[in-house]
């Protein structure tokens, strides 16, 4: 097997690991989220501080500001993606989430100053359109669950720029392990001073799953990224969108309407242009000879 088709075959088991996060963090409506949050990054805290420790890794890199904001803003996309689960059908809060790619073209272009060519503004424009069909804009309070979601996009991305910079100072191991140690600390006195509910033998089941599911999806994509280049296999991530919506079907019987099924195929649509536009190689093909 080409080391591309490896990467594929681990994002694409990254992604489903993921939509089993989303499933299991929907199965207990009734755990508060700094609860689900704690479970989450705690069983992340042993997986990648036992995979540290193997590969003798720093555990907390050169650079621990910035490893703390990459980590606030990772917090605070996770509170809100968590938040619109429990709204809004899994396979919308999912959809929403998915917008993070073409925040980062932003947020790069604005902090970064990396340069962004019309394929991404197209790609940016298209996605927009989507999620405006998954948003459903109302105007009135059931309007906030998607807007949160989105916002759980908006800080996704903020994360990711804040890990583009921190390849410079630590490995992805360290950067995961420190945002999940980060994590639980921090849901530590929201949990204990908000409505803590002791988990029942089936609420812990699923609240285990959360945390084992994430930290599997975490270890597969890292991997995925080191057989074959983000370039080539990002797109791939889309599919979590699908394996959401087969779980969201069966599980819930959530069938998405036209209008969430219209702006999912926009924000997939915007991801390919966006895949093309980081494919040099496509472009080149695509460009008329003289």
């Not at 700094?34 to 003798?56: C, P, S, T």
């Not at 490995?171 to 988990?199: D, K, N, Q, R």
């Not at 190689?281 to 000879?289: A, F, G, N």
């Amino acid at each position: 097997m080409r080391q591309e088709s490896k990467g594929i075959v681990f994002i694409l088991l990254s992604s489903f690991f993921f939509a089993v996060m989303a499933a299991a963090v929907k199965a207990v409506p009734h755990i508060p989220i700094a609860e689900k949050i704690f479970f989450r990054n705690l069983v992340g805290v042993l997986v990648m501080g036992a995979m540290i420790i193997k590969n003798k890794q720093s555990f907390i890199g050169s650079n621990i500001k910035l490893l703390t904001l990459r980590s606030l803003f990772g917090l605070l996309g996770v509170v809100a993606y968590f938040y619109a689960i429990s709204k809004l059908p899994l396979s919308d809060a999912v959809l929403l989430n998915k917008m993070s790619p073409f925040f980062v073209i932003l947020l790069s272009l604005l902090f970064l100053k990396e340069k962004v060519n019309k394929f991404q503004i197209y790609a940016m424009i298209i996605a927009i359109i989507g999620a405006g069909f998954v948003i459903k804009p109302q105007f009135d309070y059931t309007i906030i669950p998607a807007l949160i979601g989105l916002f759980s996009a908006v800080f996704a991305a903020s994360a990711y720029v804040a890990v583009r910079q921190l390849r410079h100072y630590a490995a992805p191991e360290t950067i995961v392990f420190y945002f999940c140690l980060f994590s639980t600390v921090v849901s530590i006195p929201f949990m204990v001073a908000g409505h803590y509910i002791a988990p029942t033998g089936r609420d812990l089941i699923f609240l285990v799953l959360i945390g084992l599911s994430a930290a599997v999806a975490q270890i597969l994509m890292t991997t995925g990224y080191r057989f074959a280049p983000a370039s080539q296999i990002a797109i791939y991530g889309y599919t979590n969108i699908i394996f959401s919506t087969v779980l969201g079907i069966i599980l819930w019987s959530e069938f998405p309407d036209l209008l969430s099924i219209t702006g999912g195929i926009l924000i997939i649509i915007g991801g390919f242009i966006n895949y093309i536009a980081n494919n040099p190689k496509y472009l080149k093909e695509s460009t008329p000879k003289k």
